[in-house]
């Protein structure tokens, strides 16, 4: 495939749910590499389809840094074993308090 051909898309807004420390790896990751979220998760969902990883051996370092920055312990394996957690309580506040 030459590496100048452009592909036109047409992209939709999508609102989904993910783990709050992965989402903010993604986003710190694609802020580092000034891409944006949709870019970043484009580029991995594309490789992973190949059946390639995303990331040069870099990029793993600066994930790894990330992952031990936002305290993410998850690996691959966790990833059919995930479940939402009790949703937290926001305290009421009266008016005028």
Do not use: N
């Amino acid at each position: 495939m030459p590496e100048d051909r452009k592909y036109f898309v047409e992209r939709v807004q999508t609102g989904v749910r993910m783990e709050k420390r992965l989402l903010k790896i993604l986003r710190a990751f694609a802020d580092y590499h000034d891409l944006t979220l949709g870019d970043l998760l484009e580029g991995i969902v594309l490789h992973a389809f190949d059946g390639k990883c995303p990331f040069q051996p870099a990029s793993l370092h600066k994930i790894k840094a990330l992952k031990k920055f936002y305290g993410l312990d998850l690996d691959s394996r966790a990833s059919h074993r995930l479940t939402e957690s009790a949703p937290r309580l926001r305290k009421k506040v009266s008016p005028g308090k």
